[in-house]
């Protein structure tokens, strides 16, 4: 023995005649079938030991894992049972028919990898979205043939109920104009008939050409079916030129329909085809049902012959309300000639014409000596009077003011158009002194223009 062993873990091993302190390495295990070193050769990098039963040996081999050794794959099935171009085509990531793929390295557009369209649960594949797959219940849509609508056609924004083509219950915007397209068969005047309109004519002989569309006779334009746009740059006659249309002439002489004396333009549609704004007046052949007849063309040249009969003054739906706001009975009317709003009555008689009684926001209570108007026409105060800032007194308007205090002292004013500022020149009446003791008094104000007219009621 050359030295004893000094560290955990060494042995004795014999080498030339000695045994010396050492560690045991991978080359003292031997084979028990040939009696050799049983790992022939030491390993590189990359490099495994794999164990051979027949010869009781270790071998240093490339890392890698043969097909035989994966038993199964879920879908794939077992790599064991494939050939090497089956083994090839997923690495490629090819996947196969049977198993939900397209049996091609690519796949089309539009395509989307899901489970059957119908029927029930399946193996999913690659397929065109279908209808069924659409969000019906949540968002109010539903799909059917010709695209994706609601109740047979309609569309509906907060109703699952629309009764229109487009049924809007709440607050619509739009950033651009809203218009009417024009009704199929409708016979429209205007200086040429294109975009699939028909030319059905033109204005009758010894029409002045001065008075038509833009130095040339009108002809007389049928609308396609389903509806038409006004062509790009045609010319119309009309009551007045709408937003982004050019104005081109004056109609020489006036055309007048029944009880209107409306003198009309000639007025150019812009560069793309567009619809006619709501509320717009324009001279037709005839009016479609829709649509306001405001009479036949009773003077000027525009009471020419338009196609066997007078032209007529037909006026686009929408901006009047008047189907939106008229109730079964009658009740609620925005009139679509005049304007007026009638309530209780079909017939308004002015701007506003109520059958019934009206009622105001109740009176508004005021603690301070600011008196604004803009929350209430009606006001009060429990305190005596004093040196009071009327806010908000608007031209053309009437306001009540009741001083409650029951000290007999003097009311003075200072009136404002808006809140502190544009002041306006008070008007009291010449008997206006103090306040009677223990009584009320009552204020009432008339705007009219910068001047404010008081006058009072005391003792009350």
């Known amino acids: 023995v050359s030295a004893a062993p000094t560290l955990n873990g060494q042995v004795l091993r014999y080498a030339s005649g000695s045994l010396v302190p050492s560690f045991v390495s991978m080359l003292d295990l031997r084979s028990n079938v040939t009696g050799s070193q049983a790992l022939s050769a030491s390993c590189g990098s990359n490099k495994t030991l794999t164990f051979n039963s027949a010869t009781d040996s270790l071998l240093c081999e490339n890392i890698s894992i043969t097909k035989s ?10 790599l064991a049972a494939k050939s090497s171009v089956d083994l090839t085509a997923d690495v490629n990531g090819v996947l196969p028919i049977a198993n939900g793929g397209t049996g091609s390295n690519s796949v089309g557009q539009n395509l989307v990898f899901a489970g059957p369209s119908s029927g029930g649960a399946g193996a999913p594949s690659f397929r065109t979205i279908a209808a069924a797959d659409l969000p019906a219940s949540a968002t109010y849509w539903s799909a059917a043939t010709g695209g ?14 629309p009764n229109a083509a487009l049924d809007v219950v709440g607050n619509m915007t739009a950033s651009g104009n809203v218009g009417a397209s024009v009704p199929a068969g409708s016979v429209v005047l205007m200086s040429s008939c294109a975009g699939g309109w028909t030319d059905v004519g033109t204005l009758a002989v010894g029409v002045p050409a001065a008075a038509t569309c833009n130095g040339t006779s009108c002809h007389m334009c049928q609308a396609p079916a389903p509806s038409a746009l006004i062509p ?21 002489g006036a055309a007048t329909a029944a009880g209107l004396n409306i003198p009309y333009s000639s007025c150019q549609s812009p560069a793309s085809a567009t ?8 001279i037709m052949a005839s009016c479609p049902s829709q649509w ?5 063309t009773t003077s000027g040249p525009l009471s020419a012959n338009c196609g066997g009969s007078a032209c007529r003054v037909c006026e686009v739906p929408g901006s009047t309300l008047a189907a939106q706001w008229q109730t079964s009975s009658g009740t609620l009317l925005l009139q679509p000639t005049s304007g007026n709003v009638g309530i209780g009555t079909s017939s308004p008689r002015a701007a506003l014409d109520v059958n019934g009684a009206i009622v105001g926001k109740s009176a508004v209570s005021n603690a301070s000596a600011t008196i604004d ?6 006001q009060y ?13 608007k031209d053309g308007g009437t306001y009540m003011f009741a001083v409650q205090g029951t000290n007999a002292t ?32 009552i204020y009432s104000f008339a705007v009219i223009g910068s001047h404010v007219y008081v006058a009072w009621t005391p003792g009350m």
């Open 69 to 78: 050794q994966i038993s199964d794959l879920g879908t794939f099935g077992s």
């Open 148 to 161: 994706i609508n609601y109740a047979s056609g309609n569309i509906g924004i907060g109703t699952t109920t």
């Open 232 to 252: 790009s740059s045609s010319v119309l006659l009309m009551e007045s030129c709408p937003k982004n249309w050019i104005y081109i002439s004056t109609v020489s």
């Open 275 to 282: 619809s006619l704004p709501l509320g717009s007046k324009l």
């Open 292 to 296: 306001s007849d405001l009479g036949q």
């Open 373 to 378: 108007f803009a929350s209430g026409n009606m």
């Open 381 to 393: 105060t429990t305190s005596d009077c004093g040196a009071f800032d009327l806010w908000n007194l």
């Open 410 to 441: 003097t009311c003075s004013f200072t009136a404002y158009l808006a809140s502190g500022t544009s002041a306006l020149t008070v008007h009291l009446p010449p008997d206006h002194g103090q306040t009677i003791s223990g009584k009320h008094t």
